[in-house]
């Protein structure tokens, strides 16, 4: 058996926290143990070169990092905190050794700031660089969990953050010349921040229904309000579109608009609460981010932007298949 | 949005088995969330096409029976049983709904015999077929979980059921006409059993350390040898060859058994224990498959494979990522 395989994954290791006592078996052995309290909340998350990110726009760096971000903030949606993950690498022929480390760096660094240990996974030849991750997360004390069904008409819609600015961030990094490359619309694109504090507030403070942006915001909207079985009605106006993001999708405001709220991958947080429950939560995230009252919760089905003349916008959501 | 996609992720989902109460929330939300006790036990695992597997050789049902199949042997190895299983499928651009319908089968057979629940996963763009499995399990009752660290010398090594039949039968598909396509050597290479009634037998009757055969007898002695900080020395007249696998990799018979040892993929499992705890999980393991004795632990590190004249055979274990 060639070391090099070896040798390698102790260097990915080596590059990623070190796992505290709640994990009995780390990696290296043929399966991970972790200590546990009550449900376990699992989500995995796949990326592709070619499908959800091209070279050399995204750094091996960038990859690791928005890859267990996006994971991360499938579990923030869910008011969950994060334990553990496993990451799987598929690496092309020829790929140097010190872009899999950069992309073990990118890991590491969200996984030290959401306090993971990454406790397991396997590096694996493939066509071409690919990364899927699990997430392992717990209830956090005295917050219950929220999935995207319990949405009541007459309940506020909320979101995290701002809305738009992965998919100015993408369409500038597709960009012959890139005006600001190290500016905040690029960095929503390549760096997201899960929301896993704002979750949890939102949680304790009564939230009936949560997702995580990742399709677009009237995509998942749509999402959220087929779980929940009710309709979901935004107003344009109040949506708090990232700086630059609007005007970098289009020089026409509307279309604009139309694509900031088509873009996915801002991976803030769409929430459903009653309205009086809202100021609560901006107390308790004050200095982590915004929280922004956007529609409500009606009866019916269905979600939908609107403009300031009532009409519904024609945003559409992101088929991940859609090139199939 | 288009609603092939989700469609395509509906029916895959129906040919899974349903979910049972201890599955809080199944697929379709942010995260999947299961009861648990204990500990958590993780293993990740990967196949992706032109690396793994190739087609039309593996057909989409044996890809996606053995990717299920090979994640949930890890957990055997530890003694762990099933729980909770995760598919990340990567999709090729014309593939046809039928074949990932297929594939959904295949992990769906596995999922009911191992009685687990698949309860999330993804689908996503991909230039070739690839599937990511993340499989979770718990303690047994009265199961101590078994590392590949604790071998103590004076142990007995023993394996379970027959080696080398994978390593054949991949030979056998790659040949331009087939004997026997349906025979016992290319269904262990396709649909291969992973060993956690014998897993668990082994744990309680007193196992100091268990690695599942995937990268081939002697490379995994050595994984449980290092993690052991242990010699192990197994000798080839006693290793339970599946019936035609020496032939079929060579004429020549120690080459056979060369190949034979070397092969991996036989998803059986190397144990260490106590040389009289032998019988007793050969009791309780009894119509589930055979245990072997095939070599000692003794003090030292490596592991070698012995000929009669007490030689060490040159058998080579398996590089993942050899090819890149």
Do not use: W
């Amino acid at each position: 058996m060639s070391t090099g395989e070896f040798e390698l994954i102790a260097k990915f290791i080596e590059r990623l926290p070190a796992p505290g006592p709640e994990v009995l078996v780390a990696s290296g052995d043929d399966a991970a143990v972790a200590d546990h309290d009550g449900p376990v909340v699992v989500s995995v998350d796949a990326a592709v070169e070619g499908v959800h990110f091209e070279r050399p726009a995204f750094s091996a760096e960038a990859i690791g990092r928005k890859a267990l971000a996006s994971a991360v903030s499938d579990l923030a949606a869910m008011a969950a905190t994060p334990r553990h993950g496993y990451v799987v690498v598929g690496v092309p022929p020829g790929e140097p050794d010190s872009n899999l480390l950069a992309l073990a760096d990118g890991i590491g660094s969200v996984a030290t700031t959401e306090q993971m240990a990454i406790i397991g996974g396997d590096l694996v030849g493939s066509p071409v660089l690919m990364i899927s991750v699990t997430a392992i997360g717990a209830e956090a004390d005295g917050t219950p969990l929220v999935t995207r069904a319990g949405a009541q008409p007459g309940d506020a819609v909320v979101v995290t953050g701002e809305i738009g600015g992965a998919a100015a961030g993408l369409r500038l990094l597709g960009a012959e010349t890139r005006a600001d490359p190290d500016g905040p619309l690029i960095a929503r694109q390549l760096s997201p921040t899960p929301r896993v504090v704002a979750g949890q507030a939102l949680a304790r403070a009564g939230a009936t229904a949560m997702i995580d942006l990742s399709d677009g915001l009237v995509a998942d909207a749509s999402h959220l309000a087929r779980a929940s079985g009710v309709r979901i009605e935004m107003e344009v106006e109040s949506v708090p579109f990232q700086p630059g993001a609007v005007e970098t999708l289009s020089s026409d405001p509307r279309e604009g608009r139309i694509s900031a709220a088509s873009g996915g991958e801002d991976y803030e947080l769409l929430a459903c609460l009653p309205e009086d429950r809202i100021s609560a939560v901006r107390t308790e995230i004050e200095g982590e981010c915004e929280l922004t009252r956007i529609g409500s919760v009606l009866e019916g089905d269905g979600a939908v932007l609107l403009d300031d003349s009532g009409g519904s916008l024609p945003v559409d959501g992101f088929d991940h298949l859609a090139d199939r």
